[in-house]
Structure formats: C-alpha cells, structure tokens
C-alpha cells in the first residue's frame, strides 16, 4: 500500500513483504527448507489488514473518509498489474495450453475478474480435480479474499463509528475470534473451504486491523519492543524452516506466522528495533515495493516453465530454480515500474484514464476468457489426434479406482472403507491384495482383468505409502487403512501375497525395509512393485504438444532418477528373498518407455497414473514377467 498523510511510512514493513513473498516463491519452487514457505501468504493478510485496517478507520474517525476515493485506490493499486499479467497468463495459455486446459484458464480468469477465484478452487477442489500445478492463476484466490474483504470492511466500520463508536475495537476482536475458530473447526471437516473461504481467513486481516486499532504503550520501552519484534521474528522462522514431512505444524498453520508479524508491526509502532532495522535494509525495501508485483507472475512461470520449458529448456533443477526466481523478480520489476507506478499516481494517470483503461482492459480480458470457455479451449489450435490425446487431461479415475469405497480420499474416511467388498473372498481361488496409494489403486482394475482365476482385494488410501508405520506422507486415513491390514486383517485372514505399490520416494525407502523384514518376520508373502515411469507433466499434454509440434516432449519431460531408485529397490527387495516387478524395465526399453496405445491414445492421465486400458496393457505385460496367479499361497 502506498504512505498516506494519515499514516507514516515505514520501510520495515516492505522489508517484511519482501521477506514474505522470497518465501512464498521460494515454497512455490521446491527449495527444500522453506517447506513452510506457502505461509508468506498469510504474513501478507496480516500486513493488508494492518496498513488498509488503519487508513480507513483514521480516514472515518477524521470525518474524511470517502468511499469514492477509498475504492479508486484499490483499483489503482490492484487492478493494472493483474490485468498485466493476466493478459500474460492467457498468452502463454493459448500459445502452451491444450484445448481443456485453456478452457480452465479461461474459467479461472473470468473468476479472478469477479475476485472470486477463490470460491471457483474452493467448488473444484478435491484429490481428482486438476492439478495445482497446471492452474497458473490458482494464486489468485487469495487477491479474491483480500477484495471481497475491502468490499465489506468499510462500510462496517463507518456504520460502527455511526452507531457504536466505542464497541468497534472488542467488536472486531470478537470477528476475529469467531474467524479464527471457525477455522480451527473448518480445517479438518471442511479443509478447502477453511483454505479458499474468506470467513475462515478473515481473522487473519482483522488481525492486522486489530494491531493498528489498539495502543501497546508497554513497547515504548525499547528493549521490550526489541524482545517483542525477535520474538515474532521467531514466530515466522519456526513456521516456516521447521516444516517438515516429519514435523508437522502448530494447527492452524497460519497462527504462528500470523502472530509473528502482528508482534514485529505492533513493536515497530512504537519505534526502531533491531528486527525493524534489519527489514529495512535497501534491497529488502526494494524486493518489498515489488513484492505484489512479483507474487503475481511467479506463479504463472512456474507453471509454463514446469510444463513447457517456456524459459529454458532440459534444465536440471538448480537451473531451473534460478531461472523461476530471476524471472519472477525481473517481471515483478517490469511491472511495478511500468505498469503499478504509473498507474497510483494520480499526477501521471488521472482517474477517468486509470477506470478507462481499467475497464477496457478487464472487458477484453474477460470476453479472451468467455470465448476460451465456449470455443472448447480454441480446440482449432491442435490436429485432430492431438485434440484426442489432450482429452485424456479431463479422464476421470475414479470408477477406476472404486474411489469413496476401496480408495480412500479427501472427502472420505476409514469408516467408507468397505471390507466387504474390498477385502470380499472367492472360495477356491487364490487371493491377492493390493495395497498402497493411488499408484497401487490404478493397477487394480488391470490385474483384476489379468488373472480372472485370483481374487484382486484392494486396500488403498491417497497418499498413502503401505509401510509399517505408514510414516511417509501419512494422515490418519492412511495409518487406518494400512494398520487395519497389516495388524488385523493378515493375522486371521492370509493372502497369497500382498503386492505393495506406490508413489515411492526416497524418503520412504527405511520405513519398506522394515515393513518387508516384519513380513518375513510374520510369514506374510510380499511383491514388492517400483515406481511406475512419471514426468514433469501430465501426459496427455505431452502427446498432444508432441502431435502438435513434431517434437518427442515425452523424452525431455520423463524424470529419470526414478530409475536409480527402480534400481535401489530391486537390490532391496532381492536382498530379502521378496519378488520385485520393476514398472519401469516393463514399460521402458533402452530410452523408449510405453506412452501410447498403438492409435496415439495416452496410457497415463497425468503425470503418470495409467487410464483403465493403460491397467489393462500393463497388468498383461506385468503376469506375463511375474505369473502372480501361479504364487503358492
């Protein structure tokens, strides 16, 4: 927010935007220690809150208030640079994005323009829906809280200073109380709506408003104050560098980082600390004047870069990661010095040119949007084959997956698990059960078909690694699901063999060793199965570009390492007399791997889970290498 006559500057505070969005970017990119990173947005709500929180209320209180002036300041500070680069977005979109995916960018847009994206993501958020990482403007939802916000803060506080003057400061305190526990309460039911919504991020703005609407004369001491800014600083620190898989946060995850800059703003209200001092610093105060600027497009070029090389092409991931960073601060400068400056100042634009332009500008980026809708993605941009490979980004699995009875996602419970159907035994044959995640569910209906003369069970969870402990990635689905089975059920219940299956990392690699020499331990027969080939990006856009262009995107986007590790389990595997079936050497040969059907159809939907007739082709070629019908029992 620019200084206003009714509040001073205070550099600290762009010193602490720059530090936010270095974290939100730095999460964004995969740089391991800010696994905390994501909570950037929430220090930014707690600032806005604060700087806008204050203005208005002093404005009111001075009898100087004027809607009017209050909302062409939004309009100003907001609006050009996303519409900058919103008309990037859809560029980029048109030139990369396949026709279903352009039409999802076109819906995202038109939500954005009504600042409600976040009600959009919240409505089509669930473990099938799109990817995050093939929705560019998914970063928008939190622009769409802080203005639906400012459309209903202003008016509240000029009726509280009309009709109950002296209760406006308790009155916000109890909003933001019933906020904040009505996100405590929404997380675990409800998550993305406790995520998307603004009643359950409101108390996060009505935090900052809070710190402005109240006095702390206890701080004027300038080693109190000092105490008070480290500790917030700490605050944040902890939050975001002590999030790990391992480590799970304070719950709601926002409330440390949320309290820590609630304390560095209130300390530095009353004068200078260290921690103030140190966010002033020049490049800091820079960083910070760009920082909405830079939020806005790191995440458009993270999306178009993962999925289509746009900047720079076959880099390894350090590059890669310098050059989202060094593009996302480079287009963060160009439009805060080109477009936001310009824009906020009313000496170089004049209000009837900003709303003009403004308007202009929304109305065409809108109608892109709207015919990118009902023009079915400007599906006359791809050939025929290509626009029937990019359909499969729109494949639904969960038929597939017997999601809700068998498959355990978000929306369901361990109370959904139906044993008897899942776990249901056929007399006189040999039974199997598949366990793990949804790289384990996707192969179910394949073998089902593969071995009619065995009994397919299937016990499986999203996200879910069949460990012993289920210690990688777990929630407590998960832990059901998997101690059910390998504590309850196997004991009075013996299978042939349990085939273990999942999105396997390295990380998960301690937690199988022990699960496979407990299995040993309890005479449980195991087929182990590696990681199934996976790339950068979903492979229906893959064949599609791939048609489109002449170009094998397949090969530039396929993450190799998976086959060290394909590797590393095997050894792991034969080294306890456990079969193992290596997806990979099944679906690769020497730098070919499987990614069609013979008329162009693409076997994976996504980065690398198998459509029904990619289960099919490979639970055939699975039983022809390993005959699992043929195992003793």
Not at 602 to 627: C, K, M, N, W
Request: proline content about 5%; hydrophobic content about 45%.
């Amino acid at each position: 927010m620019a200084s206003s006559n009714l509040m001073s500057y205070r550099s600290d505070i762009d010193g602490l935007r720059a530090v936010a969005v270095l974290f939100v970017v730095a999460f964004h990119a995969g740089i391991g220690p800010f696994g905390g990173g994501y909570l950037g947005v929430d220090i930014f709500l707690v600032i806005s809150g604060f700087l806008i929180g204050s203005i208005v209320d002093r404005s009111v209180a001075a009898g100087s208030f004027s809607f009017r002036d209050f909302y062409e300041r939004r309009v100003r500070r907001i609006a050009p640079a996303f519409l900058f680069m919103l008309f990037g977005t859809l560029l980029l979109a048109i030139q990369y994005a396949p026709p279903s995916e352009m039409a999802e960018v076109g819906r995202t847009s038109v939500a954005a323009l009504l600042s409600l994206s976040n009600v959009y993501f919240w409505r089509n958020t669930d473990y099938f829906a799109k990817l995050a990482e093939s929705q560019p403007l998914l970063h928008t939802w939190s622009l769409s809280v802080e203005e639906q916000f400012y459309l209903l803060m202003p008016p509240v506080v000029v009726l509280l200073y009309r009709w109950l003057p002296g209760a406006r400061r308790p009155l916000v305190l109890a909003a933001a109380i019933l906020s904040f526990l009505a996100s405590i309460l929404a997380a675990k039911n409800y998550p993305a709506a406790s995520f998307y919504l603004l009643p359950t991020r409101a108390w996060e703005l009505l935090l900052g408003m809070l710190v402005g609407l109240y006095q702390f004369r206890p701080l004027e001491k300038q080693l109190t104050r000092s105490m008070v800014a480290t500790l917030g600083a700490a605050m944040i620190g902890v939050a975001v560098f002590a999030h790990t898989g391992k480590v799970p946060l304070i719950e709601p995850a926002p409330l440390l980082p949320c309290l820590g800059t609630a304390c560095i703003i209130a300390a530095g209200r009353a004068g200078p600390t260290l921690i103030g001092r140190l966010l002033s610093a020049r490049p800091l105060v820079l960083i910070g004047l760009m920082s909405y600027s830079i939020y806005l497009w790191h995440w458009p070029i993270i999306v178009f870069q993962r999925s289509d090389a746009f900047l720079t092409a076959e880099a390894g991931p350090a590059i890669n990661t310098l050059v989202i960073f060094v593009a996302s601060l480079v287009m963060g400068g160009v439009s805060w010095y080109a477009i936001e400056r310009p824009f906020r100042s009313r000496e170089k634009m004049g209000r009837g040119s900003v709303f003009g332009v403004v308007g202009t500008s929304a109305a065409l980026a809108g109608a892109i949007g709207v015919f990118g809708v009902t023009s079915g993605g400007y599906a006359w941009r791809f050939p025929d084959l290509a626009r029937e490979a990019a359909a499969y980004l729109d494949y639904d699995p969960r038929p597939q997956y017997r999601a809700g009875t068998c498959m355990i996602s978000s929306g369901f419970g361990f109370e959904n698990f139906r044993q008897d159907v899942c776990l249901a035994r056929s007399a006189g044959q040999k039974h199997y059960l598949l366990l793990g995640d949804s790289h384990a569910a996707h192969l179910w209906s394949g073998l089902e078909q593969a071995v009619p003369q065995a009994t397919i069970m299937q016990a499986t969870a999203s996200g879910c690694r069949p460990t012993l402990h289920a210690e990688a990635g777990a929630w407590d689905q998960c832990r059901l699901v998997v101690n059910h089975v390998l504590k309850n059920y196997l004991s009075t219940r013996p299978v042939s063999a349990v085939l273990l299956a999942a999105k396997w990392e390295e990380g998960d690699i301690p937690g199988l060793e022990q699960t496979l020499d407990w299995a040993r331990g309890q005479g449980v027969k195991v087929i182990l199965f590696g990681p199934i080939v996976q790339y950068r990006t979903p492979v229906p856009r893959l064949v599609a570009n791939s048609l489109r262009t002449g170009e094998n995107l397949l090969e530039k986007h396929r993450i190799k390492h998976l086959q060290q590790l394909d590797h590393r389990l095997r050894a792991i595997a034969l080294a306890r007399g456990v079969q193992y079936v290596s997806l990979w050497d099944i679906m690769c040969s020497h730098q070919n791997c499987m990614a069609t059907t013979s008329d162009g159809r693409p076997l994976q939907f996504d980065y690398g889970h198998v459509t029904e007739e990619g289960s099919r082709l490979l639970a055939e070629l699975i039983v022809a290498e390993a005959p699992i019908s043929t195992e003793n029992p």
